[in-house]
């Protein structure tokens, strides 16, 4: 039985349980959700009532404003988790290549598809940071790459030059890179390597865009891609219409629109992360791998504590839910990931962490 | 240009206008949402903030409970559309039977996923009744049959002898039998053939199920498909998770709770439709069929409007939207639907047609 479990899972707890915890498992903005959300989702109720716009073309407009590109440059998913299901089947790619350890939905996405993965897998001695030229000797075999950027559990973002070099050999190939920037608007401004503007430009890129994880809105689904309209009309042919909710349409819009939320958390973010990264580092029993995302990648040092899914157990009674990582391909059970919360939580989490591991 | 329109899509008017009409285009409960559920989505906006339950286990257990089978019996779906996209595919159908006229999807559907569409036509001469004899010609060289009852957009149902008849040879050729009772729950009892409970016990045969219509949620998207439990299992290998959103999760087990709504629903339906049909044959220029569902299929007769796009142009002045049907394989724009709604709505659709037509 494959374990295909992700973080942010609290109802696999009891509903006692899952008052009670602070959850590091999922990747979300600490701010929560933005009040202007939720006043929004109260006066759209009614919006229920009515089949959403079939193929989102408002939110297609508003977020083609917002990126400066064309509404045909984008297609919108439930989550972008159906999109991931959906490119490989679109685009009928037999062969995958995915850098690992990643987000294991790539996997399953192309699998469901009876289509082949081709792992290139990151080294422990290289900080599991993706290989770029040893990713570029597999590109000639593939018709699709999968690259999350910054990777998720690992945090690490790539550099400009890596991903246009690695664009360059699929275009060459005639392969479709596949970027997941789901944890992008996270990262600090001078590593923000985004595709978005090249991706409308090029027949040999997509660009993957959450608003979950940015807006604290996983319990909606919403995401989509940007990619060159005759690729994202390809991929169009492979949707049902309604496929995104009005309450979704709804949110994307009002949340694209909240600058003043956007600009408190890209503020937030890299301070907390340089914060948690410092006390985690000082905790015995624990090595943390830089990031440029929202969340921190961890390995268990030593020998008091066998594996993440006892560190998990003890933390869970400190009122702490962390991510293990042993169901990520290419990881094992010393593996964890916690996400940057705000301060306070971030204090509660390195002092649960000492008392289970000092 | 394909045209996938389907009723209900108040996007493609001006807002001044979609506010000012009456929508007989779309199937929806006249009731409108219950003031239950329209209270647990305000009180359940925060679900908003958490992942869904990835794979619905709650919302599978409310079901079965509701239906009196097991959670292993059901699949739920980002509507019952999701669902209608996926079960070709899962089940890798080659060639699938469609009789027609029909709703639209299953071709699209089939098409998507590069299978035949094996179309039989319902003669006008028969009052496009399904002829289920001339059906079960063709199930022999069919891997799957798509079959809408009662049927949309013609409002037939079939009775139980045709069912059985149907899906005995489906069991002998090795054929999965798909039913789509998407609008069953508006059926009087006495015509309600629902094959919800043969389903659990068959491989051959799979009901589908939308809470869209009847409890007036078309926004937030929510179906399901009941069958044996192997087809179900595989089905889930070709779903994502948290493909189902988690206020739709929670809107559907408000609804199904909620007894009075459904037996308010079931006695206004059969009073209204017989209302309107009495009336709508009482008007010169338009012959109405028969139909057990929640709506009325109608047919241009006369040459004073030349077509439904006529007709629907005129009736938009009226403040009153039809669904025109020439986008219907086996249908031309002779060919509408109205829905039934309230007396209120229904006297002013009565009284516009007269207007329009006489």
């Not at 990619?227 to 949110?251: C, E, F, R």
């Not at 914060?275 to 985690?280: D, F, K, Q």
Request: charged residues 25%; aromatic residues 8%; contains cysteine.
């Amino acid at each position: 039985m494959i374990d295909r479990s992700h973080g942010g899972n609290i109802w696999q707890y009891p509903k006692s349980l899952r008052r009670a915890v602070i959850d590091f498992s999922v990747n979300t903005n600490p701010l929560g959700m933005a009040k202007k959300i939720k006043n929004s989702i109260v006066q759209n109720v009614d919006k229920i009532n009515y089949y959403p716009d079939p193929e989102s073309k408002y939110l297609k407009n508003s977020l083609a404003k917002f990126h400066r590109l064309s509404s045909h440059n984008f297609l919108i998913g439930n989550g972008s988790i159906e999109l991931i299901h959906l490119i490989p089947r679109a685009l009928e790619a037999k062969v995958v290549l995915i850098p690992i350890p990643t987000f294991s939905e790539y996997e399953f996405a192309v699998k469901s598809n009876n289509a082949k993965c081709l792992f290139v897998k990151s080294t422990e001695k290289n900080n599991f940071k993706i290989d770029i030229s040893r990713l570029m000797q597999h590109i000639p075999k593939a018709d699709l790459v999968f690259l999350c950027n910054p990777n998720n559990p690992t945090g690490f973002a790539l550099e400009r030059q890596e991903i246009l070099l690695l664009l360059k050999a699929c275009k060459k190939y005639n392969v479709t890179l596949v970027i997941d920037e789901a944890f992008m608007d996270f990262v600090a401004p001078e590593n923000r390597i985004t595709m978005v503007v090249e991706s409308a430009k090029s027949k040999h890129l997509l660009v993957l865009r959450s608003l979950t994880k940015f807006f604290v809105v996983p319990g909606i689904r919403i995401g989509y891609v940007i990619g060159h309209k005759d690729t994202i009309n390809k991929l169009s042919q492979h949707t049902y219409p309604w496929n995104v909710n009005a309450m979704a349409q709804a949110i994307a819009e009002e949340a694209i629109d909240d600058k003043q939320y956007i600009a408190r958390t890209q503020n937030i973010i890299p301070k907390e992360r340089a914060y948690l990264y410092e006390n985690l580092n000082k905790i015995r029993g624990v090595r943390v791998y830089p990031s440029d995302a929202n969340f921190l990648f961890c390995k268990l040092k030593g020998a008091e504590i066998k594996n993440a899914a006892e560190l998990s157990r003890k933390l869970i009674r400190q009122g702490i839910l962390i991510r293990r990582c042993h169901n990520f391909r290419g990881l094992n059970d010393r593996f964890f990931r916690i996400a940057v919360k705000n301060r306070e939580a971030n204090i509660k989490l390195i002092s649960a962490l000492r008392t289970v591991l000092e």
